[in-house]
């Protein structure tokens, strides 16, 4: 059974840092990773996807990364700023799966003015 | 009005209440979702229809029953609920189950309480 775990679960900057979100996954045989962002109390946006072929996307200040051998995926953000605060949830597709979504628990940001 | 919607946006109810869940996608999509948050969870599939078929159901408790009328709209009737069942319920929807390149389309979600 896959499972995917975010490190860390919470993670507090202040404005203007670059950082690191991770994500790892147990099984590597995916269709594709992606990286939504949710705010308090709503749905999600989808920000990344990355198909099983590539090794990274990049939009604006982010750039995700896949490595599907080893089961990890980083997302980076750049020059982090306070309305990027949110929960971010790293979520696979399984090959077996159809396009059924398997989710982390997500990492929590808070970047402070 | 534009991508998926929700309504209503809060819902209180007590275990013994019968209510439904509304979820509306705008986008022309063939499949949609219902997912299940809860607190220091990850999110969890309950349902998926493709073509208003159903597709997925994640042995999910008969108290949930789902509806999909048309492509367009999907609903959650809920009854006779646990506590344990209160969280946020989201609605997604994508072109088809089948699109792996495709992502989904998330509504803002059900907060659920029951009591």
């Known amino acids: 059974k896959q499972e995917v775990t975010q490190i860390p679960a919470a993670l507090s900057v202040p404005e203007g840092e670059n950082l690191v979100l991770n994500c790892s996954f147990t099984?590597?045989?995916?269709?594709?990773l992606q990286w939504f962002r949710q705010d308090p109390g709503k749905g999600l946006t989808s920000l990344l996807l990355?198909?099983?072929?590539?090794r990274e996307q990049t939009s604006g200040r982010l750039n995700a990364s896949l490595d599907k051998s080893s089961g990890r995926s980083t997302l980076y953000i750049a020059a982090s700023q306070p309305g990027d605060s949110a929960t971010y949830l790293c979520?696979?597709?399984?090959?077996?799966?159809?396009?059924?979504?398997?989710f982390g628990e997500g990492t929590q940001l808070t970047v402070n003015p | 009005e534009t991508g998926v919607t929700q309504t209503p946006r809060h819902l209180v109810m007590g275990m013994t209440n019968k209510k439904s869940l509304k979820c509306e996608q705008h986008?022309?999509?063939?499949?949609m979702y219902w997912y299940k948050q809860s607190a220091k969870k990850p999110l969890e599939l309950m349902f998926v229809?493709?073509?208003?078929?159903?597709?997925e159901n994640n042995s999910v408790p008969s108290r949930f029953s789902p509806e999909c009328p048309n492509s367009s709209h999907l609903f959650l009737h809920l009854h006779t609920l646990q506590p344990e069942d209160s969280a946020l319920y989201l609605c997604?929807?994508?072109?088809?189950?089948?699109?792996?390149?495709?992502?989904?389309?998330f509504g803002p979600g059900t907060r659920l309480l029951v009591l």
């Open positions: 986008l022309g999509h063939n499949a």
């Open positions: 099984d590597s045989a995916i269709y594709n």
């Open positions: 979520a696979v597709i399984p090959s077996t799966s159809g396009s059924r979504l398997t």
């Open positions: 229809y493709n073509f208003k078929e159903q597709t």
């Open positions: 990355i198909q099983s072929s590539q």
């Open positions: 997604a929807s994508s072109q088809d189950w089948g699109l792996t390149q495709e992502t989904q389309y």
